[in-house]
């Protein structure tokens, strides 16, 4: 059997019951502006998936948990490039963490990317029947019945979550005001977000570095909200932004501002230094800016991109490239 179409006229629940069933075993793929989720079915039921957007991020997952460290991390994955091998396979290897460990983390990664699934508005899919070789797959299945039951569920808690926190965008720092509750007991998964807040990553950025599912994430973020652990800073219109980096740029030279990419190590033929380049150019008014962002923006798609787009943002310090970065990263995310 085969079959394809979109998400706005043929439910993803609809879809997965029917797969059910008839008992079908093969590969579904959904797909989603720049992100794709695959579901391994067998017998009808899910036993694994994985995401495109968490393509590798095991290793990130393994030290926002406290499981390694970062160094360890970057040794392993020196090692799995040469060794042209998967960074779980080399960290069991090197002994780093137990199989059990690996496994528990991939399931629960492949879960997250099953529920993220319901909560996407729109996405095209395709199912095609297939024998699979499941001997690599770590096992386990997810009983479709009691999936469908639990994405209901996140769906309209989501929905209220969001509400509270709605601003994907928004920027996540510590309480300035103090606690309201001294006395609280933190979770784990609430000291682990604490943990990487430092009043430079959005809400979205600190879901997708832990590596959890939205629903997770956002009901993690409105606790400590709650809890006045954490604040959230709105982020600065695209219109304000534009307006004050033409005033910040009207004391900056060419020769200035190239210095200050050359200090960033981009090559002068990379696509990032080229768009800044272009947006430098065009800073006459902000109307002009904000067209030649947009203009930029539609360039990058690639996830490597954006990545090396988001740690320029976090990481500069100088003021006039950073308004930039933000204007720049605002126009791209907003073409998603």
Known sequence: MSIQGSLDTFDLSNLLQMIKYERKSGRLTISSGQNQVQFLMQDGDIVFATESRKTNRIGQLLVSNGIISSTTLDAALAVSREKKQGIGKTLVEQGRITVAELNGFLLRQAENSIYNVFLWGSGQFIYKDEDLDLKKIVGSTFNTMNILLEASRRIDELEVLKKQVPDEDAVLTPCSYGKKNLDIELNIEELLLLSIVDGKKAVRQVIEEIGWDDFTGYAIIHSLVSAGEIELLKPMSAEKLAEKAVQQLKGVDGRQFRQTLDSLNLTRSSL???????????????????????????????STEKASLRQMLENTGTSFLKNLLELLWQAVNKNV
């Open 272 to 302: 990032l230094r080229l768009a800044l380049t272009r947006l430098f150019r065009d800073a006459a008014s902000p109307d002009l800016l904000l067209e030649a962002a947009a203009k930029e923006a539609g360039k990058i798609s690639d």
